[in-house]
Each structure stands twice: as C-alpha cells, then as structure tokens.
C-alpha cells in the first residue's frame, strides 16, 4: 500500500454522479488510499439521501477511512484537501429544462451545451466557478481542482483568465472517453488499451489518433473503415446499453465519419453539423432534462434510499462484490474496466496520475500556447496531454485544416463574447455571442433567445446592459 493517504472532496454531492464516483474509490483503495473523504453541496435538502447512501457504503467497504463527512459549510468542506472532484450545477435541472426548451420555441438547437442552451448554463457556470475557487483556494491554497462542471470550455476560458497562474485547475470531459470506450471494440481494444490523440474545444473537436499502447500502431484507421460502412452497432450492440438518445447520438457518429471520413469527431459536433436534423430530432415538450428528471435521478434516489432503508450494502442485492466482480479490486485498470462508468473512473484515474507522478495520457482543455501553430494562442484547446504532479503537459498537433479551423474560430469567438459578456454584463457582447454561434446566426432570433433567458435566470445572471 502506497504511504500517503490523501483528502478528497466531492463538490457537487448531491449529483447523481456521485455514488458511482465513490464506488469507484471503494475499488482502489489499495492504488489510491485516502484518510478523508468530504461531499460539498448548497442543497442540502439533495445531497442527504447520498451522503447517508456513502455512511454505508464506507461503512462497510472503506473502514481504513479516519473520517467520511457530507456538509454544506463550506469551510468544513475545503480544509486540508488534496483534491477537489468538482461536478457543480447552476440552476439545477430545473433551469437546464429552461435552457433546452427556450431556443426550442424558436427553432433553435435546444441542448445542455450546445447553442444557446450552453450560453446560459455557461452564464450560471462561470459565475458559480469563480466563486466556488475562491472558496477553495482560502482553505486549500494547493488543493488540485479537477472541474467536470459544463460547459466545460466556457469555464476554461472563465478561469484561465481569472486564475492565469493556477496550473492545478484543470478542466476535463468524460465524453472523448465514453466515445472511446464504445467503438474502441472495433479494433479488438479496450479504451486502456489505446491512447488518443484529439485537437479542438471541449464537445468540439476530433480524434486524429488511437495508439495500440503496446504496439504503437495507429488503429483509428481500423475505427473509420468500420463507421464508414455502418451497421456498427451489429458487432458493438450499444443499443443494449444505452437508452434512445444516447442510441441515435452513436448512430449519428457513423454519419459524420461518412461525411467526413479522415477522423473521428466528437458526438457533440452533431448538433453544430446538422443543426437542422438535431431541431426536428428533438421533442419540444419533453427534451433531455425531462428524460434525466424522469430516469438517472429517479433510478439513483431510489438505489440510495433502498440501500439506506436496507442499512446494508453487503449481502443484498446491491454487494459491490456482485456489482462489479472481486478481481476489479486488484487495481486501476480493472477496476476501470469492472466499473464501466466514464463519469467516475475518468477523474479518479486523473487524481491517481497526478499524486504518483505517473505521467498518464489524458484529453484536458489547456492553453493553446503553440499546440496548434494556425490558431489563437489564447484557446483553450482540449488535447492529448502527460499528467503529472506539476500539471498538463500538452502534446504539440502542429496544423490543423481549413475547415475545423474555420469551426473552431467562429466556436472560439461564441466561448470569448461569453465570458466577457458574463464577466462585464454585457448585453451587447450576450447578443453577439448567441449570434456568432452555428446553430442560432439570426440577430432578431438571438434578442428573442437572450431576452427569455435573461427573464426566467433571474438572479443566477448578471444584470446585463
């Protein structure tokens, strides 16, 4: 067992994202021991049912721990930690449903992160990021930040520029992984297996190369033949695993690979592609928000609640030996493969190359800074890097073409008048934002987007002038 036992705190504890993340501590306990775990969240009322889910799952399967707590005091939270796994919300899914079905109305794309839906959250998000480091910097001046909260390249831009000189601040997306771990199969490898190569913005951008890591050879080739001639699902069966959405948006990757068929995009790009499609795809009246209110977050307060009705994890039909297979506890990688949860393995696999200097591969947003020769060097790219216990260390991708750079100028320019706009509320900048984006264009449609926006965030936006 390594010596030192680090301090974790989960910032954003009452996600349904958490259970899965601290079961995935469980798993490597013996590659990454901690003394201390903390969950963090403004809503208490949210975050009870899965802080009392964690005093039995650790109970049981992580007696080593000195202290497990779950707090909305922030002082409480933020002292003496290593690490802080941020996965915030603002506004809740209550706002997410608003920020889908307002452009909706219009025609316009209604998505999470995407358009003029990842405008708003994007709003909320850079205002409650801010805040949220301050408090932490005051009670962990050397704590690493690792920040999964959307939209994840808003808030790169957001606090490269409020906290220039913070190299621990990193902001990651699970989404390259999940795409890896689902046609990674195609060449016969698991997402372990290979180690990527991917340039653009965060739900913005391409692979360019897989890696066999034990044979060095390139088997992104191998993935594109496959897509290019469909039927993928035939040899992966995803649709056994994943629900309609998810189902359509994988499908739809084989598309974008048939229409421009040299890499592997991002899913993300569909809604940037083919606006058009995505619009018509979409239910007005019941969009993602509404299948994840009516699903994941029914599904994971009623796993909690038995499990804590139950007052048992061990010998019920929840025993995370059954769950997840005794073998997984014997380290990283297959506990990794075991867990089989992106979201959760992704961040404690980043935790772990950072505190042993491992130097591991992972698709982080950093400065461009000359990665890309042929575009802004104030980007904040997403891009293969080394992780260690001095930072990201960026791998150099040289230039990029002519088409994904016009995209990625005309989405820069959307994430800049953004922050800017938030930061100096701005609602010049908030209409020019919304009107350089792809999936909007139209000034008039843009007013009528930003000013129902303005109207129902009340006071999660800046008082825009």
């Not at 009623?302 to 804590?308: D, G, R, T």
């Not at 980007?379 to 995209?407: D, W, Y």
């Amino acid at each position: 067992m390594n010596s030192k036992r680090f301090s974790i705190c989960i910032v954003g504890g009452g996600s349904t994202y958490t259970p899965d993340m601290m079961e995935m501590l469980c798993l490597v306990k013996k590659e990454f021991p901690l003394r201390k775990i903390v969950l963090y969240d403004i809503d208490e009322k949210r975050q009870k049912p899965i802080g009392e889910f964690g005093s039995i799952l650790f109970q049981e399967y992580y007696s080593e721990l000195d202290e497990y707590i779950f707090t909305c005091d922030k002082e409480t939270a933020f002292t003496d930690i290593d690490f802080a796994l941020v996965q915030i919300r603002q506004g809740g899914l209550e706002l997410r449903e608003l920020d889908e079905k307002i452009p909706l109305k219009y025609g316009v794309i209604g998505q999470e992160t995407c358009g003029p839906g990842g405008f708003a959250y994007g709003v909320r998000s850079v205002l409650g990021m801010i805040e949220l480091i301050h408090d932490i910097r005051q009670y962990s001046k050397d704590a690493w930040i690792l920040n999964y909260s959307n939209p994840a390249a808003i808030v790169a831009e957001a606090t490269k520029r409020i906290f220039p000189d913070d190299y621990r601040i990193l902001n990651i997306c699970d989404m390259p992984i999940s795409i890896m771990d689902i046609f990674a199969p195609l060449a016969g490898l698991k997402r372990t297996d290979v180690e990527p190569r991917y340039f653009g913005l965060n739900h913005f951008g391409w692979f360019t190369h897989l890696y066999n890591k034990v044979t060095g050879i390139d088997v992104l080739p191998v993935l594109l033949d496959k897509l290019k001639n469909g039927h993928c699902d035939d040899e992966l069966h995803y649709t056994d695993k994943n629900d309609d959405y998810w189902n359509f948006t994988f499908k739809h990757l084989e598309k974008m690979v048939q229409d421009y068929p040299y890499s592997l995009p991002n899913t993300y790009l569909q809604y940037y592609l083919y606006p058009n499609t995505m619009v018509n795809h979409i239910d007005p009246n019941y969009t993602r928000a509404n299948e994840v209110i009516d699903g994941r977050e029914k599904r994971v307060k009623e796993y909690c609640q038995s499990i804590i009705d139950l007052h048992a994890i061990r010998g019920t039909q929840y025993d995370l030996d059954k769950k997840y297979a005794q073998e997984s506890h014997d380290g990283i990688e297959q506990a990794t493969v075991a867990h089989n949860d992106a979201h959760a393995t992704y961040i404690v696999e980043l935790a772990m190359s950072i505190a042993y200097n491992r130097k591991d591969t992972f698709l982080l947003m950093v400065k461009n800074n000359g990665i890309v020769n042929n575009l802004d060097d104030g980007m904040m790219l997403e891009v293969a890097c080394q992780v260690g216990n001095h930072g990201a260390e960026p791998f150099h991708v040289g230039e990029v073409p002519t088409f994904e750079k016009g995209l990625l100028e005309g989405q820069y320019a959307y994430e800049k008048l953004t922050v800017d706009a938030t930061l100096e509320g701005s609602y010049q900048k908030a209409l020019q934002a919304l009107v350089v984006n792809r999936t909007v264009v139209d000034t008039d449609l843009a007013r009528k987007i930003l000013d129902d926006y303005i109207s129902v965030n009340k006071d999660y936006f800046p008082k825009f002038k």
